[in-house]
């Protein structure tokens, strides 16, 4: 697979030789898009978060630490239940070693970070399950697109990454609804993708909305507000106000393509102007396909960064080579950016040099 | 007095004509800084909204303004008793003639805006008779301060505005507080500045407090809580964190004196960056004296934007030759900021011809 600096052109390659050339030496905001969904708590279905109730405090603790440095929520940093940390420090190492700011934005959330935050407007999300997953979907879309609008004029291009436990569960339900067939094929923080739980969710979020696979195929408003999550409303108005004027990296993994269904749904126009980044673990991995959905919505690149845990002197960061983990708080695409910005001086090895430096001074010596 | 563009070099004249050429061509970031304080609803005090009570809506409608062209939480724009319309106007047209990005930041709030807009952790301020004005004023400046230094690398330079009724009664009260004299000398958006009602309201504020003219000269966080108001943390925090990197022009009347002494007792090492910038009508006029308490607290140039209503076709626009509104919404600044922007491609005139425009679509034909 064709590499420009650390980065992967993984699919549609020639666009995502282009895109990635046009972000060389540019000058990118990221953009942090965090909020709750109750689906997070179901037994089984995230590891972003020690416990299921404990997913409430991951999103604002990650943005704690890449405005922070640290966390204010919570002690130490966001872990899976077995103690493997947060990719908000991976973001948070790219960010700093390439000295790229950082604005958060809430999409809804239980837990607010202390911290500035952009509001929005939106409120936490509930389970799926209910059929009545988002409220104001419609004026949280508007609002992030206003800010898109500007945060355009502030930046040369503009990463968003996300923060949302349960997120891929959710993506299926959106995916679902709008007639993308995802099963099987959205991506996981733990190495056994739960997949039939997942399908399970969805299937009961259809149930209880009264809808069908693709019923909701032209309305993704609707989509989100049955089955979808707060962070969505949020991060595809902030893509539609900014790739009209700008670049747009949407820094994420397969949680990406449900958001890439409702801007092609609502705006496909912008999408000259977006890119997906994610990791190699996500484009890698054997129980999702990344790829194969994009194909199905829309014609955009994706690129993933190529970093490498393997050889890490941190137990806790070799666990994301075993498909720990793998993507999340714009991981991805915060660290192709760093590298699209400084060009050669943010290798993957230098990236990893940081990260593990950022690991022994926040989560300890293992 | 020397013009650069249509900008007046109101004081410190060597040092305004050095800032306002740095500007010359940069792309500059307007941050309006929103809070309400109960302070305006004394009766009398302030004309930032028809009525006292009403005074809640004024920064939430500006900020609408500035963003979307209209306002959401009330109908119409803002206005006085006597119907002359809000500042905000004046910013509106400036930062769309020249194509300026915007962002709200909330010190603290009655009414939320139906816009994006940065939440920094404050609350809407408290009567400054009661001696206890504010909450978590450190926190908020340390958040703003944050967002700031963040800001700062998305812009050339930033402007940063405020929106608060009451809030040159709450400056007396910072700025007594502090041991810089004030009295007399705060402008007012009423012809006749009702300087009494200020000097009583603050000497309440401070018997309330316990506190005495100066006594709090070392501690303006404690000066904030017991006397200022909402904005004045937040707007502080920013220009503490920004002007650490870039130019930071401070956009409003006699408000930003107490900000700039706030600003100058936690890290006078910034203002070599900072300047303020007004309109004529405030450095004009003889029932304040802007020039004379900045000259008491530091060395910043005071710029003023050589705006004039005299031969509108409109009356409600007039009624600022008259001394009414005078300034806010960081309308001053705004305008400095486009001039130099875009340079003769946006003069006094053809600034007034956009605000009037603006005016017969939002206010009326009088």
């Known amino acids: 697979m064709k590499k420009i600096f650390d980065v992967l052109l993984t699919h549609n390659e020639f666009k995502a030789e282009a895109f990635i050339k046009e972000l060389e030496g540019k000058k990118p905001l990221f953009v942090c898009t965090i909020a709750t969904t109750e689906t997070a708590k179901i037994q089984g279905i995230s590891a972003a978060g020690k416990h299921p109730e404990f997913t409430d405090y991951t999103p604002p603790a990650d943005a704690e630490l890449l405005l922070l440095g640290r966390c204010k929520c919570i002690n130490g940093v966001p872990v899976t239940p077995d103690g493997i ?151 595809a108005g902030l893509v539609i106000g900014a790739a009209a004027q700008v670049p747009v990296l949407m820094a994420g993994g397969t949680q990406m393509t449900a958001v890439l269904a409702v801007v092609n749904a609502l705006n496909p126009d912008v999408l000259c102007n977006v890119a997906i980044g994610t990791t190699r673990w996500v484009v890698s991995d054997s129980s999702s396909d990344i790829c194969g959905i994009v194909a199905h919505i829309a014609d955009v690149p994706v690129l993933a960064a190529d970093i490498d845990f393997a050889q890490s002197r941190f137990s806790g960061l070799q666990a994301y080579e075993k498909g720990i983990v793998k993507e999340g708080v714009g991981a991805g695409g915060a660290a192709i950016a760093a590298m699209a910005k400084v060009g050669g001086a943010v290798t993957k090895d230098i990236l ?14 293992k």
């Not at 990893?352 to 010596?365: H, P």
């Open 85 to 235: 940390p947060t990719p908000a420090l991976i973001t948070m190492s790219a960010l700093r070693l390439a000295d790229i700011p950082v604005l958060v934005a809430s999409g809804g959330l239980k837990v607010k970070p202390q911290i500035p935050f952009l509001e929005l407007g939106g409120s936490p999300g509930e389970d799926i399950r209910t059929g009545r997953a988002v409220e104001n979907v419609e004026e949280v879309i508007q609002r992030a697109t206003l800010a898109g609008e500007h945060l355009a004029k502030t930046a040369d291009y503009l990463v968003i990454g996300e923060s949302i436990p349960g997120g891929t569960t959710t993506a299926l339900g959106v995916l679902s609804a709008m007639g993308v067939n995802a099963k099987g094929k959205v991506s996981s923080s733990m190495p056994e993708n739960p997949h039939e739980l997942k399908n399970e969710t969805v299937k009961a979020g259809l149930a209880a909305s009264g809808l069908s696979f693709g019923s909701l195929a032209e309305n993704p408003v609707k989509a989100i507000s049955c089955l979808g999550d707060p962070m969505m409303p949020a991060f």
């Open 352 to 365: 990893l040099k940081e990260i593990e430096r950022s690991y022994a001074l926040l989560v300890g010596t």
